[in-house]
């Protein structure tokens, strides 16, 4: 596999130490602290979650970049409303920005459900990782073959069932901890949805994911990191209404 592309947000920080003697001011020799190195973030990392009331964990579907290349962790809505401080570790690898819930219990199963964490100094953002190395943002169709990389029950695949608007259905095994978890396409690598839950459609139970191009574009123009650099939005026209 080729070498992961790797976005680090840096950040530049200056402390400034000062005693004041009898009389004479004089600098008092600054503390050398060790560096902590950065956590890496990027599809399939695990993260805990600080929200209003309560903590959770979930996955991390893609990497983005905002319209000022500010990296940032894509993952559930209904993982991370906003303000949500995200860990990895204990330590604070940054904070929900935009999200499409701001309080947790506005959300429901067929409900927009995406969030973008702001990453910062603590986090290496990774486009792909070693089992999800997104090509592009595409758009799901009725029998993809499509897998996702979840925290909780790791590698698993199955196909897309059913296209109803923004919302991916499909028969992949996901259980709680999984959610944000990416859904790609195996045949080209797209990156086509984030791992929302599960509905019942037709008395049948499905897997439910939310589309990924539509997620980027309500966040206002974010574009998903590859290893190639940022991938263009979906063309939508090309598949019709």
């Known amino acids: 596999m080729s070498t992961t592309r790797k976005i680090m947000a840096t950040t530049t920080a200056a402390l400034t130490m000062a005693s004041f003697g009898v009389g004479v001011a004089s600098a008092a020799p600054a503390e050398e602290k060790a560096e902590q190195a950065a956590y890496s973030v990027g599809p399939g990392t695990k993260i805990t979650l600080e929200r209003a009331d309560d903590w959770t964990w979930c996955?991390?579907?893609?990497?983005?970049?905002?319209?000022?290349?500010?990296?940032?962790?894509?993952?559930?809505?209904?993982?991370?409303?906003?303000?949500?401080?995200?860990?990895?570790?204990?330590?604070?690898?940054?904070?929900?920005?935009?999200?499409?819930?701001?309080?947790?219990?506005?959300?429901?199963?067929?409900?927009?459900?995406?969030?973008?964490?702001?990453?910062?100094?603590?986090?290496?953002?990774?486009?792909?990782?070693?089992?999800?190395?997104?090509?592009?943002?595409?758009?799901?169709?009725?029998?993809?073959?499509?897998?996702?990389?979840?925290?909780?029950?790791g590698w698993q695949c199955g196909r897309v069932t059913a296209v109803t608007g923004d919302m991916i259905w499909h028969n992949v095994h996901r259980e709680p901890g999984d959610s944000g978890s990416p859904i790609i396409r195996t045949s080209d690598d797209a990156a086509l949805g984030i791992y929302s839950g599960s509905a019942t459609m037709l008395g049948v139970e499905y897997g439910t994911a939310y589309s990924l191009s539509a997620a980027l574009e309500a966040a206002g123009d974010y574009q998903l990191a590859t290893e190639s650099g940022p991938a263009a939005p979906v063309d939508s026209s090309r598949f019709g209404s």
Not at 97 to 108: F, H, P, V, Y
Not at 124 to 142: C, E, M, T
């Open 59 to 153: 996955t991390v579907a893609f990497i983005a970049t905002t319209p000022s290349n500010q990296p940032v962790a894509v993952t559930a809505g209904h993982c991370a409303p906003s303000g949500t401080r995200a860990y990895i570790g204990g330590v604070l690898i940054g904070k929900t920005d935009k999200s499409s819930l701001e309080e947790r219990d506005e959300w429901g199963p067929l409900e927009p459900d995406w969030a973008m964490i702001t990453l910062n100094e603590n986090a290496q953002a990774v486009a792909a990782s070693d089992k999800v190395s997104p090509s592009s943002v595409g758009k799901a169709r009725v029998g993809d073959r499509v897998c996702s990389d979840g925290v909780k029950t």
